[in-house]
């Protein structure tokens, strides 16, 4: 778990590293195609749990309506 902790000193290393790999003119064209993917699959993520919430929904008004009544 502490692996996920990563202090400001690790951010700016991790920022230099990249712009001395890409160049400060590619590294703004690559942070936005970066949040483009991030927010494609956070909408596919939840497309499917709307799907999934859906089927969910589905069967359980048909089990309600094969239930005899009494």
Do not use: R, Y
């Amino acid at each position: 778990m502490t692996l996920l902790m990563i202090g400001t000193t690790e951010l700016l290393l991790i920022g230099g590293i990249a712009l001395l790999l890409f160049g400060g003119k590619k590294l703004p064209e690559l942070m936005k195609s970066m949040g483009q993917g991030v927010k494609q699959f956070k909408e596919g993520m939840n497309e499917v749990t709307s799907d999934i919430d859906k089927e969910q929904t589905h069967k359980e008004e048909e089990s309600k309506a094969e239930e005899p009544k009494a």
